[in-house]
């Protein structure tokens, strides 16, 4: 059936240096996309999101980019920091004809050492 | 705007036991939705609404309902707890002209 999956399950970097997250999906119909960021106890919390009309879009140390031709989906951060660390989560958007709703991958977990 | 809430924080059930979880928001969100997430595991769907008076079953229904009589809540009912349901349960909230959703701090249910 159709599915969100990760490549890597967990991700340890450095304060400072770049971390990229990995997505794959498979529903073809997706039409929108989202990363969360999941710290320890606490609910899912909206990192970026991209349009499936879209490559790419920026925000604040981060960018998402979207492959349509692979169905592949990244987060990447700059400058990962401490605070950084936690689950990231994405997420597609599947148009059904009761109405959308997000499918969710199982999660990276993103551990930044000092 | 207190954003989505959610009581209890932590609840343990005997099996065979009902609860309600409760849920609401003050955003004046038309959608609501109710997950669940098992350890180290993403959400799964368990039942959503797309406004008051309407509901409908996500990817994992059995075993709970749900009700939607204002646009502010969205309780979720456990009628006979059972081991397996036992994980963090979170609800969210959306407003109908995007699709980013908006979390609740989650219910940690443990039932033995």
């Known amino acids: 059936g159709e599915s969100v999956g990760l490549h890597l399950p967990t991700l340890s970097v450095q304060e400072g240096d770049n971390s990229i997250i990995n997505c794959a999906y498979s529903?073809?119909?997706?039409?929108?996309f989202i990363w969360y960021k999941q710290e320890s106890g606490k609910g899912p919390q909206f990192i970026i999101d991209?349009?499936?009309?879209?490559d790419k879009r920026q925000g604040q140390r981060v960018t998402v980019l979207l492959n349509k031709t692979v169905k592949h989906l990244s987060l990447q951060i700059a400058a990962t920091q401490p605070g950084d660390s936690a689950v990231y989560f994405c997420?597609?958007?599947?148009?059904?004809?009761?109405?959308?709703?997000?499918?969710f991958g199982e999660g990276t977990q993103l551990t930044v050492n000092p | 705007n207190a954003g989505v809430t959610q009581t209890p924080k932590f609840r343990i059930l005997k099996i065979g036991q009902s609860m309600t979880l409760q849920c609401t928001q003050d955003?004046?969100?038309?959608?609501m939705y109710w997950y669940r997430q098992d350890p180290g595991m993403g959400l799964k769907l368990i039942y959503y609404?797309?406004?008051?008076?309407?509901?409908d079953k996500g990817e994992v229904p059995n075993g709970y309902n749900v009700s939607r009589s204002t646009t502010e809540d969205f309780p979720l009912r456990l009628e006979l707890a059972a081991p397996s349901q036992t994980s963090v349960y979170f609800c969210?909230?959306?407003?109908?002209?995007?699709?980013?959703?908006?979390f609740g701090p989650g219910t940690r249910l443990t039932v033995t």
């Open positions: 991209i349009r499936s009309n879209m």
């Open positions: 955003m004046n969100h038309n959608y």
């Open positions: 969210a909230s959306r407003r109908g002209s995007t699709y980013e959703q908006y």
């Open positions: 609404s797309v406004g008051a008076g309407i509901t």
């Open positions: 997420a597609e958007n599947i148009r059904e004809t009761s109405g959308s709703r997000l499918t």
């Open positions: 529903n073809s119909a997706s039409d929108y």
